[in-house]
């Protein structure tokens, strides 16, 4: 529980210096602010890269600790057969012939027998058994001392494990730390004034719509994707649309600009620094459609889509069982997502992180299942990731894809195996999420079949209508009752 409480300590350091990000890049500057005296020697950027390396260092001392061990060490096998001896052997007549003529072979027999007993081999454990009692007459009483010390030792490892797994869940955060920290340094070095040209070309049709330009810096980031920060007012009183200047911008720049989000709507009579953003090439339009299971006033089902920085991002959550207990458990899965991926961590290590609160949290027995879809706006890549998730389709024309999962849902075990891939998608493509609780409703064997044929016989429609005709077509299969809870999320995909 330390560890976690350590990484949410970090976590909350690595939210701050996005805040103050944010503020340098859109707030009121001073006059030598506005200068932006950005270099590749500048002391903050300097500070920030110093952070970064301070917590890889703290996280290359975590990944130095010892690793996970599956078997008892020689060490620990010896000292379980020294305690057996001198609690079963120390008063008995015959402890100088048994440990004495007979002191190699009992000891080999010895740590075969706990091998035996770690690999779960109760015949050998018997055998070993059965040739001990031909020359000692507690035989029977010694090896259930060996097995209760074994156990003990076998419970220490098993602890053991799991503050290592612990400690390697905080590496990991805390590297990915380390790396958003460095792209934070980066792109304050990244931001310079604009081309005299260029700036000069802005201010000038913007002085036409009665906009006043003070600054421009522009950075190009990941692909080439133009981004600007103008720092403008309008004047004699008037107010400009930012959607107007996003206008004279893609005109200037011969792409498509727009506002980035969260960014001002209005450009009034004080000067503000407003974010552009090269638009997106693909736009999504979802629906949902929910039914909770049969005496059951909540769902234990939970979602969210979200889009920013040219992501479209879908996750959903099938927390265990149903009723309130299921919803808070998949509430508090989307949540932490959701938190994460907004911070700049890719998505297998958010799904991580929230593995790891989930099997820390310690309760016998609560699970979730993980489901995320993001869709690159830019490019029409979707990657997907599953943990114990049902199906996810795809829907292009006249033929429907179908991406299963076989990994174990999160808060199981701390080592988890999620399931990646990646797909193309192109305008007009339907993307389609659902909890088991939709395919299990549907004949045993055949659930990915059934789904496909459902999903190709509904018709081209809204997202919306789409997701309630296949939950409305699936309750056919079940006498149109819920026996567990069903979610089905539809997306859209569609060029701009």
Request: glycine share 6%; with cysteine; proline share 2%.
């Amino acid at each position: 529980m330390q560890e976690w409480m350590i990484a949410m300590f970090v976590i909350s350091i690595v939210l701050i210096f996005r805040d103050m990000a944010k503020t340098i890049l859109t707030g009121r500057k001073s006059k030598k602010e506005d200068e932006f005296p950005l270099r590749e020697n500048h002391p903050q950027k300097e500070k920030v890269e110093r952070y970064a390396a301070s917590f890889q260092k703290l996280a290359d001392t975590f990944y130095g600790m010892p690793y996970w061990k599956e078997y008892l060490s020689a060490g620990q096998v010896e000292q379980i057969l020294r305690d057996a001896g001198e609690c079963m052997c120390s008063q008995c007549y015959h402890r100088e012939i048994c440990w004495g003529k007979q002191k190699d072979s009992l000891y080999r027999g010895g740590e075969v027998m706990i091998r035996a007993l770690e690999e779960g081999d109760e015949e050998k454990v018997d055998q070993i058994r059965a040739e001990w009692a031909e020359f000692c007459g507690k035989s029977v009483q010694y090896l259930e001392t060996v097995r209760e010390r074994f156990q003990k030792e076998r419970q220490n490892l098993i602890w053991g494990n799991r503050m290592i797994e612990s400690r390697l869940a905080v590496a990991q955060q805390l590297t990915e730390i380390s790396g958003i920290m460095e792209r934070v340094a980066r792109d304050l070095y990244d931001i310079a004034p604009a081309e005299p040209e260029f700036q000069e070309a802005v201010r000038k049709a913007l002085k036409k719509r009665h906009v006043l330009l003070k600054h421009l810096w522009v950075m190009d980031k990941v692909e080439g994707r133009r981004q600007m920060f103008l720092d403008m007012r309008a004047r004699s009183g008037q107010c400009v649309s930012v959607t107007e200047v996003s206008q004279i911008l893609s005109g200037i720049c011969e792409c498509a600009m727009t506002s980035a989000q969260d960014s001002r709507c209005i450009v009034n009579g004080e000067y503000h620094t407003v974010h552009f953003v090269e638009d997106v090439s693909y736009q999504v339009i979802y629906g949902a459609a929910r039914l909770t299971r049969e005496e059951e006033k909540v769902s234990g089902d939970n979602y969210i889509c979200r889009q920013e920085e040219g992501k479209f991002v879908m996750c959903l959550s099938d927390g265990m069982g149903s009723g309130m207990d299921a919803c808070r458990e998949s509430e508090i899965v989307v949540e932490l997502l959701e938190q994460f991926l907004e911070s700049g961590f890719s998505q297998e290590t958010a799904a991580r992180m929230v593995n790891s609160a989930l099997v820390l949290k310690g309760e016998e027995g609560m699970f979730s299942t993980v489901d995320i879809c993001a869709l690159d706006l830019y490019t029409g890549i979707c990657n997907f990731l599953k943990a114990g998730a049902a199906s996810t389709f795809i829907k292009r024309d006249h033929w429907v894809e179908a991406i299963s999962s076989e990994s174990l849902a999160a808060g199981l075990m701390q080592q988890i195996d999620f399931d990646t891939s990646s797909r193309k998608l192109y305008h007009g493509d339907y993307l389609i999420m659902m909890t088991d609780g939709v395919l299990d409703a549907l004949p045993a064997d055949r659930e990915e079949e059934t789904m496909k044929e459902i999903i190709m016989d509904i018709p081209d429609e809204t997202p919306r209508e789409v997701s309630r005709g296949i939950l409305e077509r699936v309750l056919g299969y079940s006498d149109y009752r819920a026996r567990d809870d069903m979610t089905v999320l539809v997306a859209s995909v569609l060029r701009k």
